[in-house]
């Protein structure tokens, strides 16, 4: 017996069909109009569309950052994403500093317990010694494909030129790509301190720490890298005219170069969000930061043209107002870090989040939620204005997400072989996104008040459901890690 989804239209990067489609054990396995439901549990979606389950490529669950962790974990984290539609995420492991990236993997591995959608991982180079370079091209037997190098947060986690270009070197033999947050650290390292010591010190002043031109250069010059390398590259979280420029006029001189946005930059702005009166811009503090409205017009553009290929959420969520219980004793009497155990033992606490920035707006840990919303936003803001087409839709939070991180056609489509990650789609339910209802840790939702139209109202992984309207049917502990296959597409 399978399930076989009746009447409705399938949606993939390329069409918009009516057809049915059946689903045997985790795989699709027919495609068809009419199919026979004889034996078949049946699941009718008459009026509703068809698509492949979201991939989200940029996600920081438990990430220690800023004197915290972010809050949603897997578990939590991964139930939220499908009640917003995404089946499969990638979240990016950290090198310990000293230690090596297979030390990094095993934190990670451990954080992914228990995992209720399927998942993979980048690694995220800190510390390039001689031998962690060697240990490099054991990471694709392992199923990740990608290493992500930070170009900003300078004394954290940023690299230098020199080991952005031999980790471009090393990828590039091994069929692997780079991933960067393209920012100079170096002068946001000499412009925060300025505007602190001028009494600069409001959650809006972030923005000005960290300008377009920042963006814009370190952009280019991993551009510039990637075409002497011949490294596929990916920039993420791209937000303004300045970046966007720097890879079109990569790609224009036929470099392997690519780019994301986040569902935040189309949206909020520094005036009407990170300069919210007292502290509440801190909810908005994100690196690099949210900009304006004629940036949201050159992204709708640049997914548009194909200058960019992913939306992703870069979901990572901190409280607004936490910092109850002694968290600084808790955290070194537990080795820094099972913040999820201490909740339980005492539900009064709370784990710090944005309070640690009153006063300094550069304490602010970076970071806010998103993974739940980013579809329905998406749909609302690109397909029902016009914008977007909804195969584009498909394509850029599914398909291309598939592809260029090497994981298709297993992911990312409706196709027969392909892994049944399915979302019934209804174009006509409408919503208002709040923190009432959202499903992510996270005492505030950015896009509060939104009304949407468009959401999932059933949500399959491998043929098993996680979602139906509000209820939680996933089976505890079933997802996935997803190896990734090397020498990727350059889309
Ligand atoms: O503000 C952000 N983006 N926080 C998460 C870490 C990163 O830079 O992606
Ligand atoms: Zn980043
Ligand atoms: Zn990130």
Redesign the pocket.
């Known amino acids: 017996m399978g399930i076989l989804f009746k009447n409705g239209t399938v949606i993939t990067a390329s069409d918009m069909v009516k057809a049915d489609v059946l689903v045997e054990g985790e795989i699709i396995t027919h495609i068809g109009r009419d199919l026979n439901a004889t034996g078949h549990e049946v699941v009718d979606c008459s009026g509703k569309y068809l698509m492949p389950g979201g991939i989200d490529v940029?996600t920081h669950l438990d990430l220690p950052f800023g004197g915290t962790y972010s809050n949603d974990d897997f578990d939590v984290g991964h139930k939220a994403a499908a009640f917003g539609g995404t089946t499969m995420h990638i979240d990016f492991v950290i090198q310990p500093i000293g230690g090596s990236l297979h030390d990094g993997l095993a934190i990670w591995r451990k954080k992914a317990q228990p995992a209720q959608i399927d998942y993979g991982f980048h690694l995220a180079i800190t510390d390039l010694r001689d031998e962690v370079m060697d240990e490099i091209p054991s990471l694709v037997d392992e199923g990740i494909t990608t290493l992500k190098l930070?170009m900003?947060?300078k004394n954290v986690y940023q690299v230098n030129d020199t080991t952005l270009f031999k980790a471009m070197q090393k990828a590039a033999q091994n069929g692997m790509m780079v991933m960067v947050?393209a920012?100079n650290g170096d002068v946001e390292a000499e412009l925060t301190p300025a505007l602190v010591a001028a009494g600069k010190t409001d959650p809006k002043y972030h923005a000005q720490s960290r300008p377009p031109e920042i963006e814009g250069e370190a952009t280019n010059r991993a551009v510039v890298m990637s075409g002497l390398t011949g490294c596929p590259l990916y920039v993420?979280?791209m937000t303004c005219e300045q970046s966007i420029d720097a890879l079109r006029r990569g790609r224009a001189q036929g470099y392997p170069v690519m780019g994301e946005t986040c569902v935040q930059y189309f949206h909020l702005t520094v005036d009407d969000h990170l300069a919210q009166p007292g502290f509440a811009g801190s909810k908005f503090v994100?690196?690099?930061p949210i900009r304006s409205t004629h940036d949201h017009a050159v992204l709708w553009q640049a997914v548009r043209d194909g200058t960019l290929q992913v939306v992703s959420t870069?979901h990572c969520d901190f409280w607004y107002e936490g910092g109850v219980g002694p968290w600084k004793e808790w955290e070194q009497a537990h080795n820094g870090g099972d913040w999820a155990t201490f909740e339980a033992q005492d539900p009064s606490y709370r784990r710090p989040g944005k309070e640690l920035g009153k006063g300094n707006f550069a304490k602010i840990p970076?970071g806010m939620p998103g993974l739940e919303d980013r579809m329905m936003v998406i749909w609302t803001s690109g397909v029902n204005t016009g914008r977007i087409s909804p195969s584009r839709f498909v394509e850029l939070n599914c398909t291309n997400p598939a592809k260029i991180f090497g994981m298709y056609p297993r992911k990312g489509t409706i196709a027969i072989g392909s892994d049944a990650d399915l979302v019934v789609w209804d174009p006509n339910k409408e919503h208002t996104i709040s923190v009432e209802t959202h499903h992510m840790r996270c005492d505030y939702n950015v896009y509060e008040g939104m009304a949407v139209t468009g959401m999932p109202v059933q949500v399959y992984q491998r043929g098993n459901k996680l979602v139906d309207g509000d209820q939680w049917y996933g089976k505890n502990g079933a997802g996935k890690f997803v190896p990734r296959t090397p020498y990727a597409p350059v889309l």
């Open positions: 940029h930070f900003a947060y947050h920012e993420v979280h994100c690196s690099p870069d970076n």
